[in-house]
């Protein structure tokens, strides 16, 4: 059996002109984006052109993400952040005219399908549920933070590896509890995301816009900026023999160095291109200023450590996140056979295996990437809501003949590594296999 057709086991019709830059950013994929959106300066959605010039600073969520997303198609990003019905009505005041040209994107959302059905399940449950969850998050989040800098604190006065160590995961853990925060509106919660030297804006850009709505294929940033040390789509052209096993000898170093390439990248970039720094890249500075103002520590010292903290924290960060749910052969990944039916909702349970040692804790769950599906389903739902959409996340997909599958962190881990070897496409979509 052969794959005849590329476009059958694409999402897109077009090839994302992003992916030929030299240097990619966050920024450079919503420029390309644009481009090859074709969305005539206004917002997609669906098939009709929207201006929402007027309404971008009235936005609930914030104005970054009208103001970023201008020129592009937004359908996707509305529908997953959107639960009420109220927005699909208030758009029409700001209606310009219909689209010219299709959408480029082949991912469908109709009103029977898979996606919808689920969402308007949620909708009705949402207001049964205890709210006290949501709290449970705010408090941990908040331990985190705090526990954190006591211990960079007492890691600076008392100079010891283990606390560095310690440091570093509780920074790690900090900051993959802010993630459940930035795919909302505006909040301080968020900005702790910039204490690991990483940044909400650029984050709300290559997560929430591109990872979260397009997992797995060519307009993933989180395959993309891994790309060529780390690379799991499966062709053999893209990744050589060599690349895939020089990876496993690489892949530490490239766990430790993420945080750090990563400002280092937006830093180039804005020093090349366009600015892409913000007053908020500051808060990570705070860390070493904690160290230095309460310790004897000279600030070359206090620099020294907090580097090696940062440097923890990535490769924790690092082997939680790529290990969390995305990556193994049985996953759906640019190139692979595609079902046929296209409802964006059953395409994000393709690319998905979750974390089965999870659920049971919350706290887990918040610093692990947990609940992972729903969570890519419903974003802006706090995770310590989503175990409670459960029973209608299970009776839909048995009634879409579709199927949540899971694994422990271990299987995931063996199952990522698989995936960096693997050059064959899947002849036979996930749903089949």
Known sequence: MVIEDWKNCCISKKFPSYRNSRVITAFGWLVSKREDDEAEGLWRIRDTLYDFTNFIDKH???????????????TELFEAHHLSNMPASL???????????????????????????????????????????????????????????????????????????????????????????????????????????????????????????????????????FEPFLCWIPNEHVKTLMLRYISFLIEPLV????????????????????????????????????????????LFMCLRQWLFIVMVASFAFCVIGLNAAHHDPKIYHEGDAIRDDRDWGLFQVDTIIDRVDLKSSQFLVLTHFGDHCLHHLFPTLDHGILPELYPIFYETLDEFKAQLREYNHFQHILGQHRQLLRVKSNLKPPGLM
């Not at 500075?285 to 004897?296: K, R, V, W």
């Open 60 to 74: 609930p969520g914030g104005s970054f993400w009208l103001k970023e997303t201008k020129g592009t198609d937004i």
């Open 91 to 225: 758009i029409e005041s700001y209606k310009v005219r219909d689209a010219i040209n299709e959408r480029i994107y082949t991912l469908t959302m109709h009103e029977n399908g898979f996606y919808k059905t689920l969402k308007r399940r949620v909708r009705d449950k949402l207001p049964t549920i205890d709210v006290k969850r949501k709290s449970n998050s705010d408090n941990i989040h908040l331990a985190l933070l705090l526990s954190t800098f006591l211990t960079v604190v007492f890691t600076a006065r008392w100079n010891s590896l283990l606390l560095l160590v310690l440091a570093g995961t509780l920074l790690c853990w900090t900051v993959i509890a802010a993630h459940n925060y930035f795919h909302r509106r505006d909040n301080w919660r968020m900005y702790t995301f910039n204490l690991a030297m990483l940044n909400v804006c650029g984050w709300r850009i290559s997560h929430a816009m591109s990872h979260h709505m397009y997992p797995n294929s060519y307009w993933d940033l989180e395959l993309s900026m």
């Open 255 to 298: 766990y430790a160095m993420t945080f750090l390439l990563d400002i280092l990248t937006r830093i180039f970039y804005s020093i090349r291109c366009a600015n892409i720094m913000y007053w908020h890249d500051l808060l990570t500075f705070t860390i070493p200023l904690s160290m230095y103002l309460c310790s004897d520590l000279t």
